[in-house]
C-alpha cells in the first residue's frame, strides 16, 4: 500500500498570505494525485487532480505541482473561505489512500 | 446535475450487519465507476472500496480492513450502489460517502457501531 504524508499538520495563516501544502508519497504515483479541501460537516470537494487539472470553477489562486512521490499545493491570496482541511490523494495504485491532511486556519 | 444519496446509516452493535444504499441521478450510472469512501469522527478519509463499471469490467475492489466483511454492489436499473456490511466493529464507527469520479460525493450516512 502506498503510504501518503502531508505536512505541516496545521497552518495557521493571515487572509492575503501564500501557503504551500506539501505531500509526499512512499512509492511512485506519476501524475495521478488528487488534492481535496474539506470543511466542517461537508464532503470532500475535490480541487486538482491528473497533471494539474483543476476542477471547474475552481479559483485562480489554487495551484499545484509536482509529479512521481513530491507534491505541493499552492494556495496565493488565501481567503477566509479557505479555512479547510486539504488532503492529497492517490489512484495510481489500488488501495487508493489519502494523506492525513492539512489543516488551513485563518489568523 | 449529479446527485448521491446516502441512506441506511445508524446505531449498530458490534458483530451486527448494515446494508447502506447510495441512490444516483444525473449521470449514465451504469457507466460510472463507483465508491464508498469513509471517515471515522474527526479522522481522515479511507477508501472502502470501488465497484468499476460493468462495461470496465466490473470488477469489485476493497482495501484490507474490510475485505471479507463488507460487500460492495450495484443495481444499475435503479440507479443504486449498496454496501453491505456484515461482522461489524467498533473501528468502522464513520460516516460513509458514495463517491464517483472524485468529483461527485453524497452528504453521507454515519455508521454508529457501539454497545
Known amino acids: 500500500e502506498i503510504v501518503m504524508t502531508q505536512s505541516p499538520a496545521t497552518l495557521s495563516v493571515s487572509p492575503g498570505e501564500r501557503v504551500t501544502l506539501s505531500c509526499r508519497a512512499s512509492?511512485?504515483?506519476?501524475?495521478?494525485l488528487a488534492w481535496y479541501q474539506q470543511k466542517l460537516g461537508q464532503p470532500p470537494r475535490l480541487l486538482i487532480y491528473g497533471a494539474s487539472t483543476r476542477a471547474t470553477g475552481l479559483p485562480a489562486r489554487f495551484s499545484d505541482s509536482g509529479s512521481g512521490t513530491e507534491f505541493t499545493l499552492t494556495i496565493s491570496g488565501l481567503q477566509s473561505e479557505d479555512s479547510a482541511v486539504y488532503y492529497c490523494q492517490q489512484y495510481n495504485t489500488w488501495p487508493f489512500t489519502f494523506g492525513p491532511g492539512t489543516k488551513v486556519e485563518i489568523e | 446535475e449529479v446527485q448521491l444519496v446516502e441512506s441506511g446509516g445508524g446505531l449498530v452493535n458490534p458483530g451486527g450487519s448494515l446494508r447502506l444504499s447510495c441512490a444516483a441521478s444525473g449521470l449514465t450510472f451504469n457507466n460510472a465507476w463507483m465508491s464508498w469512501v469513509r471517515q471515522a469522527p474527526g479522522k481522515g478519509l479511507e477508501w472502502v472500496g470501488r465497484f468499476k463499471s460493468k462495461t470496465d469490467g466490473g470488477t469489485i475492489d476493497y482495501t484490507a480492513p474490510v475485505k471479507g466483511r463488507f460487500t460492495i454492489s450495484r443495481d444499475d436499473s435503479k440507479n443504486t450502489l449498496y454496501l453491505q456490511m456484515n461482522n461489524l466493529k467498533i473501528e468502522d464507527t464513520a460516516v460513509y460517502y458514495c463517491m464517483t469520479g472524485g468529483d461527485h460525493w453524497g452528504q453521507g450516512t454515519l455508521v454508529t457501531v457501539s454497545s
Open positions: 512509492q511512485s504515483v506519476n501524475s495521478n
